[in-house]
Nanobody
């Protein structure tokens, strides 16, 4: 079955932390650069972070630098997003997918259901 399954979101107070997970199946996960995205209602999905196939190279959007860490475990076909010092502006639905090195989704997997992150002030 070819799919992505995001999990780990929830409701957290400002300043708190969450660790998001995205389990991939049906494709050779280790072949792809992976990325995390976020989307608010009525807005376009936007890039958050990317990680190279080996995990040796990462990139982040400016608004999350220093607070967010992307990682991956190729043996488990899973990519993670550790989010610290969360702010209300981080409230969104978070998704993962295979991407280019510039964070553009390349359609290897259909989008999953996402995981909701809600940060209260």
């Amino acid at each position: 079955q070819v799919q992505l399954a995001e999990s780990g979101g929830g409701l957290v107070q400002a300043g708190g932390s969450l660790r998001l997970s995205c389990a991939a199946s049906g494709r050779t996960f280790s072949n792809f650069v992976m990325g995390w995205f976020r989307q608010a209602p009525g807005k376009e999905r936007e890039f958050v972070a990317t990680i190279s196939w080996s995990g040796s190279s990462t990139s982040y959007r400016d608004s999350v630098k220093g607070r967010v860490t992307i990682s991956r475990n190729n043996a488990k076909n899973t990519v993670y997003l550790q989010m610290n010092s969360l702010k209300p502006d981080d409230t969104d639905v978070y998704y993962c997918n295979a991407v280019t090195q510039k964070g553009v989704a390349i359609g290897i997997w259909d989008w999953g259901q996402g995981t909701q992150v809600t940060v209260s002030s």
